[in-house]
């Protein structure tokens, strides 16, 4: 960095981290008298203010040729890790990210580096591990003695915890905590979304005493603040977050658990693009500790580590209790509409409808499940067929009862429903098509008028505060029936529900995405998992058009083996993950002609690689969102090749022009 101090020759000069979008460090000089370390927290001076920044490397003795600035104060807080900077490192590599900007989600806000001058209001407690733990079953055991057993040996290993729904999986890890916490080590517990840490949180206090710290986007700054702080004095022993938890500077990690590892949302999509889990891998390599991937259907990515003896499994092949696997019926919905025994506009099949009137009759719970928010996601003219489309975003807007407005929700546009089809001009042409759960919910109190019923989507349920009264609501037995999207499929546990409707089992099995089938099976199979899991037996009714389709009826058979062995041939047959690897590069702008011009000029530019493929460039699935045209390009490589380097080299010679934005997400999981 260049400077206005003095050019000194054999001092000491720090290379100092911004967590700013920069590629590497900029040079600093360190004061002789300055006592400093790689990982100290420092001052500097930057453009025209002073930024806290992280000092990432001291070289000593050198000469540099240009006029330095000076390093301005060092922190009293206690330095990062070596092993934390060696993360950083090989993490930028592998996501193709500026290491400035995995600085900034280490340090997401400078506020965390200030001791603010009133007492601390957060008192970290210190779990109990001595606490009684329960009896655990034998398999449950089994898998907890090979845990501890890792822990003990402090060295690097992944496992995956894997087993089926209800077998008391958290339970096991609840054993390995145990084990850390009596090594004196921190523990962090990622968990795919905030919906379920309420849940864990209560379990945490029953088994160890006390609440674990939290981490996620709903926690409030004071105590962000006092947990990242107690995180890196080692106060905080337990801490359970969502997936940017993973950034926090712990010292002393012995053990990472990622609950629900197949869960897509451990992807961030936007600013720098990682998978948590497969980050959360990474770090554990260098922390040399213990690393639980638990699922009851883990990715193929994970089965396959599994294959190759890069991880190691534990299975719990039973529920806990004695409790039994639901049974799953189909109905087949096409031919209910055929017979003319459902209307078009109805959705609860007679079938599922008396199963509802029995479990309500009896006392119990279900669960109604369909992926779609509000009341219907699209909205026709009956006349010319046109939908009510964005005007901002390629897609059709959804029509919320709450405000009877239309609604994007890739963005914030809404507008009430127009009294004229904008294309034909007619007038009182528009139909609202199909369920969301707020239709649902209207067709269940019409067939089922005594119900007691809630909805529970990211619309009704905003914050962890409406969270917990929803989940008390439940649990307290003052609903009969909870209708929800992705929100309700996994984790919760709710020991009177013994029925679970699927709505519309299919849905997730057109498109374009490779994990289509993948991420079907796993929702379904979650969502089935609510059912039964204390001492009644539980059922699961399957909706669906295409009750031929393999994975309904791996599904149905509780045949998770033949799933994934159709599921893997299929892959490996396109070379697709987990037998290939993906690059996904989306070029967008509002300037749809340059978009298309760059993103062809860059393709023809890749260099031709033995086992390479470029797949497009096309435009993206969603090919205008907020305004942006968007095209993509696809590189698919062998799995042994190292392909972000062939990638960084192609784009650092390409020309892009500053108004397109140019995105690169290694290992893609969704393709919009
Ligand atoms: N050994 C045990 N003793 C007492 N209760 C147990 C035991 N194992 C599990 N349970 C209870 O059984 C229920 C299911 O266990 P848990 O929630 O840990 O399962 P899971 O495998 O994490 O489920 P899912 O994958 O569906 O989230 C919980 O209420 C748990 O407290
Ligand atoms: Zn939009």
Same mark, same amino acid.
Not at 177 to 196: D, F, N
Not at 416 to 425: E, Q
């Given at each position: 960095m260049r400077g206005d101090g003095a050019s000194v020759k054999g001092q000491r000069v720090g290379k100092v981290l911004i967590p700013r979008p920069f590629e590497a460090p900029f040079d600093y000089l360190i004061p002789d008298d300055l006592e400093i370390s790689p990982g100290s927290w420092v001052k500097v001076p930057f453009g025209r203010s002073q930024i806290y920044a992280l000092l990432w490397e001291i070289q000593e003795d050198t000469v540099s040729p240009y006029k330095l600035k000076t390093i301005s104060e060092v922190l009293e807080f206690p330095p990062i890790a070596e092993t934390m900077l060696k993360f950083l490192n090989k993490m930028a590599e592998y996501t193709m990210s500026p290491l400035g900007s995995l600085l900034k989600l280490v340090i997401p806000q400078s506020g965390f580096l200030e001791t603010p001058k009133r007492a601390k209001h957060f008192e970290f407690g210190r779990p109990d591990f001595e606490k009684e733990a329960p009896t655990l079953s034998f398999h449950q055991a089994a898998a907890s003695a090979a845990l501890k057993e890792r822990i003990q040996g402090g060295q690097y290993t992944t496992v995956l915890l894997d087993g089926v729904?209800? *077998?008391?999986?958290?339970?096991?890890?609840?054993?390995?905590?145990?084990?850390?916490? %009596?090594?004196?080590?921190?523990?962090?517990?990622?968990?795919?979304?905030?919906?379920?840490? *309420? #849940?864990?949180?209560?379990?945490?206090?029953?088994?160890?005493?006390?609440?674990?710290?939290?981490?996620?986007?709903?926690?409030?700054?004071? #105590?962000?603040?006092?947990?990242?702080?107690?995180? +890196?004095?080692?106060?905080? *022993?337990?801490? /359970?977050?969502?997936?940017?938890?993973?950034?926090?500077?712990?010292?002393?990690?012995?053990?990472?658990v990622v609950d629900e590892e197949h869960d897509g949302s451990y992807k961030q999509e936007e600013g720098v693009i990682y998978s948590a889990r497969d980050m959360a891998v990474l770090r554990a390599q260098f922390e040399k500790c213990l690393c639980i991937l638990a699922s009851a259907t883990p990715s193929l990515e994970t089965m396959m580590n599994v294959e190759d003896g890069k991880y190691m499994a534990l299975s719990l092949p039973h529920?806990?209790?004695?409790?039994?696997?639901?049974?799953?019926?189909?109905?087949?919905?096409? %031919?209910?509409?055929?017979?003319?025994?459902? %209307?078009?506009?109805?959705?609860? *099949?007679?079938?599922?409808?008396?199963?509802?009137?029995?479990?309500?009759?009896?006392? #119990?719970?279900?669960?109604?499940?369909?992926?779609?928010?509000?009341?219907?996601?699209?909205?026709?003219?009956?006349?010319c067929g046109e939908r009510i489309l964005c005007t901002s975003c390629e897609t059709t807007l959804v029509h919320h009862k709450g405000d009877g407005k239309l609604h994007c929700h890739h963005c914030e546009?809404?507008?009430?429903?127009?009294?004229?089809?904008?294309?034909?001009? %007619?007038?009182?042409? +528009?139909? +609202?098509?199909?369920?969301?759960?707020?239709? /649902?919910?209207?067709e269940l109190h019409a067939k089922i008028p005594e119900v007691r019923s809630l909805i529970m989507t990211s619309d009704t349920v905003k914050s962890p505060k409406t969270l917990e009264g929803t989940l008390q609501k439940i649990h307290g037995h003052e609903v009969d029936v909870v209708i929800g999207t992705q929100m309700i499929a996994k984790g919760h546990h709710f020991p009177r529900m013994t029925l679970v409707g699927v709505l519309d089992g299919d849905a997730g099995l057109s498109g374009a995405d490779l994990r289509a089938s993948e991420k079907t099976y796993q929702m379904l199979h979650q969502v089935s998992g609510r059912s039964g899991r204390d001492k009644e037996k539980g059922r699961v009714i399957l909706q669906t058009y295409s009750p031929e389709h393999p994975v309904i009826l791996a599904l149905k058979d509780h045949d998770r083996a033949q799933f994934l062995a159709l599921e893997k041939v299929g892959r490996e047959a396109l070379d697709f993950p987990p037998y290939g690897r993906l690059i996904s590069i989306v070029l967008s702008g509002s300037n749809l002609e340059l978009v298309e011009k760059t993103m062809r000029s860059l393709a023809k530019s890749f260099p031709s690689l033995e086992g390479c493929e470029l797949l497009g460039p096309a435009p993206a699935t969603l090919s205008y969102l907020k305004s942006k045209y968007r095209w993509r390009l696809l590189i698919q490589s062998p799995r042994n090749l190292n392909i972000q380097r062939v990638v960084q080299k192609w784009l650092k010679s390409a020309q892009i022009p500053p108004i397109l934005k140019l995105q690169v997400d290694v290992d893609p999981y969704s393709f919009y």
């Open positions: 729904t209800g *077998s008391g999986k958290t339970e096991v890890y609840f054993e390995a905590i145990r084990e850390a916490l %009596k090594l004196g080590g921190q523990i962090l517990v990622l968990l795919p979304e905030i919906a379920l840490t *309420s #849940q864990l949180l209560s379990r945490f206090q029953d088994a160890f005493g006390v609440m674990p710290a939290v981490w996620h986007s709903d926690v409030g700054a004071a #105590q962000k603040r006092e947990t990242w702080q107690g995180i +890196l004095k080692g106060e905080v *022993s337990v801490l /359970v977050g969502a997936r940017s938890a993973l950034f926090l500077p712990f010292s002393n990690l012995k053990l990472i529920r806990h209790g004695g409790a039994v696997m639901p049974s799953i019926e189909l109905v087949d919905m096409r %031919k209910l509409k055929e017979d003319r025994n459902l %209307k078009a506009e109805e959705w609860i *099949s007679p079938t599922l409808q008396e199963a509802l009137t029995n479990v309500v009759s009896q006392g #119990q719970q279900a669960m109604l499940f369909l992926n779609r928010r509000g009341y219907a996601p699209m909205t026709l003219c009956t006349s546009y809404a507008i009430f429903p127009p009294k004229h089809c904008p294309a034909c001009n %007619k007038e009182d042409t +528009l139909l +609202l098509w199909g369920p969301g759960v707020e239709r /649902v919910h209207e």
